[in-house]
């Protein structure tokens, strides 16, 4: 069973930084691929990006692009999205998600529905 626990997130203003992190029990695992979502208020779950593996590409939204960064650090097996120049529209739960596979093609990757595994979310608010 996967298990993923996410963590840092808070208030910040707008244009400020967090980094926000998932401690995911699939370590090394490089047959899953990790993904990090958000949902807003109202609001359907969004993809914001795709990694498979350890060396894989990573995918991102295009509204997070150059704005959010993915990394990953295999001996704390931990994910991290560093997000920069926050914005108000960018206030919701987030999420780390795992699949067994790799990220699908196109923006395929960005349906929750692919997801097996979720946490429990970390709440972001821009003010």
């Known amino acids: 069973h996967v298990q993923l626990v996410e963590s840092g997130g808070g208030s910040v203003q707008a244009g400020g930084s967090l980094k926000l992190s998932c401690v995911t029990s699939?370590?090394?695992?490089?047959?899953?691929?990790l993904a990090w979502f958000r949902q807003a208020p109202g609001k359907e779950r969004e993809g914001i990006s795709c990694k498979w593996g350890l060396a894989g590409s990573i995918r991102y939204a295009d509204p997070v692009k150059g704005r959010f960064t993915v990394s990953r650090d295999h001996a704390k097996k931990t994910m991290y999205l560093q997000m920069d120049s926050l914005k108000p529209e960018y206030t919701a739960m987030y999420y780390c998600a795992a699949n067994l596979g790799a990220c699908a093609s196109g923006n395929f990757w960005s349906n929750s529905e692919r997801y097996n595994y979720w946490g429990q979310g970390t709440q972001v608010t821009v003010s």
């Open positions: 699939t370590g090394t695992d490089s047959r899953y691929s």
